[in-house]
């Protein structure tokens, strides 16, 4: 994925066991850090402090703290990605109406990037605003949701549960939506549940998709 070489460059042969281990440390010291005092609040030193790892490791393995942040990013965004496409793969889901079958790839989804509430902040709120390159590498992750989320609106026209449009452009709102939902959840986690979100994710996409 575009923007995200960097952070994903420790997964290459040659990995060694001392810098998987800054690594793991590092990623859970950002997500600890940045969601109690905030991304512009934490510093490289704070991060290195929190995950007892030396500076010079932190800049080989992560080069800068939007590094650190978007490989954060891409690990809330693959957890989720990667629990949609099984959703989609269970037993009995080809042949499921368009309404349950958006509920499940959503409440897969929601369940799987609110897991862990520190990361959900960090990946939906600290993110925000930081840089041109950290949005671009969020618009990437972007352009990939709003490809998938479109074949499923295209799957329901051709099941005839919903109407032929430019669907494209519908997911895209569809999208920006499911952003600021999210966020919202990021800031108030406890009073914004992962049932709560699953239930206004799919009452907006069928809206949208499936409209009355």
Partial sequence: MVGA???????AAGQTAEGQEARDRLLRAGRQLFAAYGYANTSVEDLCEQARVPVHLFQQEFVSRE???MAIYDEVATHGLRAAENALMAEGMEDCPTRERVR???DAYVK?????PCAARVAFVEVLGVSREVDNHL???RAMWIEFLTS???????????????HTV?????????DELMA????????????WLTDELTRLSLAMIVPC
């Fill in 139 to 141: 618009a990437t992750w």
């Fill in 112 to 116: 799987a990037v609110t897991e862990d």
């Fill in 104 to 106: 499940l790839l959503f």
């Fill in 184 to 195: 919202h959840h990021g800031r108030r986690p406890r009073q914004v549940d992962a049932v």
């Fill in 67 to 69: 590094v650190l942040l």
């Fill in 170 to 178: 519908t997911v895209t709102v569809l999208n920006h939506a499911v």
């Fill in 5 to 11: 070489v960097a952070s994903q460059r420790n997964g």
């Fill in 152 to 166: 499923e609106a295209e799957r329901a026209v051709r099941r005839g549960e919903a109407v032929p449009s430019d």
